[in-house]
């Protein structure tokens, strides 16, 4: 117990702080603790891990099974952390329904929640939303946030079909932009 209780607390404030670095922040990117090395990657395709595997971290699928990234090889996976406290998490999402539709014979999006809360405030956010295509997963205490680095909230991850990283946004994308749907 006590080391799960650790692990909880390493990855929410690793969480926090990146929070003040990508799409969470609230403030003024001039104004942000960021460097500009930081700010110039965010909302933009970063391949500086290309290569990389997926992690073999367990998350957690609708009705407590857990799955893993491997799960779903054979397909280009968008791994979406997100958080439903997170708006432009909460702003993205639609669009990332929206772009799992289109590109389902190719791309499986995995919408994967850093909720506190759990399966409580994910469900509720997916019933209001009202979503066709999204099948939402959680990662309560952050663990595949913690194994990626990620840099805060929204982060997605685009995986190949052998598991392997291709690119990475900190923050959003227009998802059904050209430029986009050509990367994906």
Same mark, same amino acid.
């Given at each position: 117990?006590?080391?799960?209780?650790? @692990?909880?607390?390493?990855?929410?404030?690793?969480?926090?702080?990146?929070?003040?670095?990508?799409?969470?922040?609230?403030?003024?990117?001039?104004?942000?603790?960021?460097?500009?090395?930081?700010?110039?990657?965010?909302?933009?395709?970063?391949?500086?891990?290309?290569?990389?595997?997926?992690?073999?971290?367990?998350?957690?699928?609708?009705?407590?099974?857990?799955?893993?990234?491997?799960?779903?090889?054979?397909? @280009?996976?968008?791994?979406?952390?997100?958080?439903?406290?997170?708006?432009?998490?909460?702003?993205?999402? $639609?669009?990332?329904?929206?772009?799992?539709?289109?590109?389902?014979?190719?791309?499986?999006?995995?919408?994967?929640?850093?909720?506190?809360?759990?399966?409580?405030?994910?469900?509720?956010?997916?019933?209001?939303?009202?979503?066709?295509?999204?099948?939402?997963?959680?990662?309560?205490?952050?663990?595949?946030?913690?194994?990626?680095?990620?840099?805060?909230?929204?982060?997605?991850?685009?995986?190949?079909?052998?598991? @392997?990283?291709?690119? @990475?946004?900190?923050?959003?994308?227009?998802?059904?932009? $050209?430029?986009?749907?050509?990367?994906?």
């Amino acid at each position: 117990m006590g080391v799960e209780i650790a @692990r909880l607390l390493i990855a929410t404030g690793a969480m926090v702080t990146a929070t003040l670095f990508t799409g969470c922040d609230k403030g003024n990117p001039a104004g942000s603790q960021a460097s500009a090395a930081t700010m110039a990657k965010i909302n933009t395709i970063d391949r500086s891990h290309a290569g990389t595997a997926a992690p073999n971290i367990m998350f957690e699928a609708v009705g407590g099974a857990k799955t893993s990234i491997a799960k779903f090889k054979g397909k @280009r996976v968008l791994v979406n952390l997100w958080a439903t406290w997170c708006a432009p998490c909460v702003a993205e999402m $639609p669009a990332l329904d929206q772009l799992a539709g289109v590109k389902k014979a190719t791309l499986t999006v995995l919408p994967i929640s850093q909720d506190m809360e759990g399966w409580k405030a994910v469900n509720r956010f997916f019933a209001k939303g009202k979503f066709q295509t999204l099948v939402p997963y959680l990662d309560q205490q952050g663990v595949l946030a913690e194994k990626i680095a990620a840099q805060g909230l929204p982060m997605s991850v685009l995986y190949d079909e052998q598991g @392997r990283e291709l690119w @990475r946004v900190a923050g959003t994308l227009k998802w059904d932009s $050209p430029a986009v749907l050509a990367a994906l």
